[in-house]
């Protein structure tokens, strides 16, 4: 008898589970009317806000677009460096190499994968204008020392918490640590729209004056348009499907942590897997769970999985600094390329079950062998 497949996460069943709210909740904007910069936009930041403990959240139409707004706002550009990860999405260097600035790659610890705030504090020069952390995975950086980092040399911090909404560190939600935070709704993210939507948050009223204005052609007033901005507005529907998410984030967050302690029971001493670390002062989310296969068998390991049906991703296969966008920096970082050989996402979610986490664990044994 074939097995059901497995795949890398399932949206279905915390859909089906709120279907009632997400269907009246949308319905009630189709009947509405307004479907742009309305009242559940409206209601949506100022709930995100008050979630975070933030004073600002400035919603737009994605993650992508709001690092790129939070950098302009914080006003870095042409002529400035930004530190930041090469073991990300691309899009938070494109972000900084949009606005006119140049990305700057650190390396990452071994353990977290998220910037080694060593290499960070080597890489700051004259020039350097901000550090860009990515909360990589749904683990907080160690903001500790790259925000004292910052403070010494008189830089900014622009979060990039596209994958870890609801983690925080040492007590803090993270995106509200620096001068601002910027989230991402995709679909599968811990808190996803049902299509794109990205958020950015400060405690700095300019900056979110700012970002106002440049989420929307650059104006605060209508046809009165004061700087070059963009078309970049977070849509009522997905505003209403996020506010009905919201309140269930926190029991979302806590089902992928317990999913990633099963994980860990099931795969623990399995000899060539390397589980996740997780730092005893912050609130992993797992957005991914991430293993690493050691002595070059991520890829047959992965191969193996296929054939039984199961979901696996590579997040990342290619760190950024040697994509051909910036291969020309001829940067090398050895701690980060190495990650991107060994990381395998095995199928994780809030409502993952546990007969499905067996056959994934029991597979991956099978396969290192």
């Not at 400035?80 to 650190?106: C, H, L, R, Y």
């Not at 900056?207 to 970049?232: C, F, P, T, V």
């Not at 984030?249 to 000899?271: H, P």
Request: negative net charge; glycine residues 10%.
């Amino acid at each position: 008898m074939t097995k059901t497949k497995i795949p890398i996460l399932d949206l279905a069943p915390e859909t089906n589970e709120l279907w009632s709210e997400l269907t009246a909740a949308v319905e009630g904007v189709l009947r509405g009317g307004q479907y742009i910069m309305g009242p559940q936009v409206q209601a949506f930041e100022e709930e995100a806000a008050a979630y975070l403990g933030v004073k600002h959240a400035v919603g737009v139409n994605s993650g992508t677009d709001a690092l790129v707004i939070a950098l302009r706002a914080a006003g870095v550009g042409a002529g400035d460096e930004v530190i930041t990860s090469s073991f990300t999405f691309f899009a938070t260097a494109e972000a900084i190499s949009q606005v006119g600035a140049v990305p700057v790659f650190a390396d990452i610890e071994p353990l977290t994968m998220n910037l080694d705030p060593g290499c960070v504090e080597a890489a700051v020069t004259d020039k350097t204008r901000a550090i860009l952390p990515v909360h990589i995975f749904g683990q907080a950086a160690e903001m500790r020392e790259l925000c004292e980092i910052a403070r010494r040399h008189g830089l900014l911090i622009v979060e990039d918490v596209a994958q870890a909404f609801g983690g925080d560190y040492q007590g803090r939600k993270l995106g509200t640590l620096g001068a601002a935070g910027c989230y991402s709704f995709f679909p599968s993210k811990n808190l996803g729209a049902f299509g794109d939507g990205g958020l950015l948050t400060t405690d700095d009223a300019r900056i979110a004056d700012a970002a106002r204005m440049l989420r929307s052609h650059g104006s605060k007033e209508k046809y009165r348009n004061e700087i070059l901005g963009y078309n970049s507005r977070l849509d009522e529907m997905q505003a209403a499907v996020l506010r009905v998410k919201l309140p269930h984030l926190d029991q979302r967050n806590r089902g992928r942590l317990a999913a990633a302690m099963r994980y860990r029971e099931l795969l623990d001493g399995v000899e060539g897997v390397i589980l996740p670390h997780v730092a005893a002062d912050r609130t992993h989310v797992f957005h991914q769970y991430t293993v690493r296969i050691a002595e070059g068998k991520r890829d047959r390991v992965r191969e193996k999985l296929a054939e039984q049906g199961i979901g696996t991703m590579v997040y990342y296969p290619v760190p950024v600094h040697l994509l051909p966008v910036y291969a020309g920096l001829g940067c090398r970082l050895p701690v980060t390329e190495e990650a991107a050989r060994e990381v395998l996402s095995l199928p994780i979610g809030p409502l993952i079950e546990r007969e499905a986490q067996e056959r994934v664990a029991e597979a991956v044994r099978a396969a290192v062998r």
